[in-house]
């Protein structure tokens, strides 16, 4: 399910809290869109098995609606995740 409005504004207030993104590190532009979707970083041991799954790090995407670069922050370290759960 995509985040809902209220979600999205949660998050872009935590990133502007921490004065994130800025400009866009690629093509200087200040264009940024905030995916409505979670994607989730794998996480393995060295050498380990890749688990579906498995351990995982919940992101969300940013995207720079000029050149397309795409930044992930991760929502447990910008605070919001157990939140996000619970909406
Ligand atoms: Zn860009």
Same mark, same amino acid.
Request: aromatic content about 6%.
């Given at each position: 399910? &995509?985040? +809902?409005?209220?979600?999205?504004?949660?998050?872009?207030?935590?990133?502007?809290?921490?004065?994130?993104?800025? +400009?866009?590190?690629? $093509?200087? #532009?200040? +264009?940024?869109?905030?995916?409505? #979707?979670?994607?989730?970083?794998?996480?393995?041991?060295?050498?380990? &098995?890749?688990?579906?799954?498995? &351990? +995982?790090?919940? $992101?969300? &995407?940013?995207? $720079?609606?000029?050149?397309?670069?795409?930044?992930?922050?991760?929502?447990?370290?910008?605070?919001?995740?157990?939140?996000?759960?619970?909406?």
């Amino acid at each position: 399910m &995509p985040l +809902s409005q209220q979600q999205r504004q949660m998050v872009i207030e935590a990133l502007q809290k921490r004065n994130l993104p800025g +400009s866009c590190q690629v $093509c200087k #532009h200040n +264009s940024w869109v905030l995916d409505e #979707h979670i994607t989730y970083i794998s996480l393995s041991e060295p050498g380990g &098995p890749f688990t579906i799954g498995g &351990p +995982s790090m919940p $992101c969300v &995407p940013l995207v $720079c609606g000029n050149c397309g670069n795409t930044l992930l922050f991760n929502l447990v370290v910008l605070g919001v995740w157990e939140t996000l759960l619970k909406k």
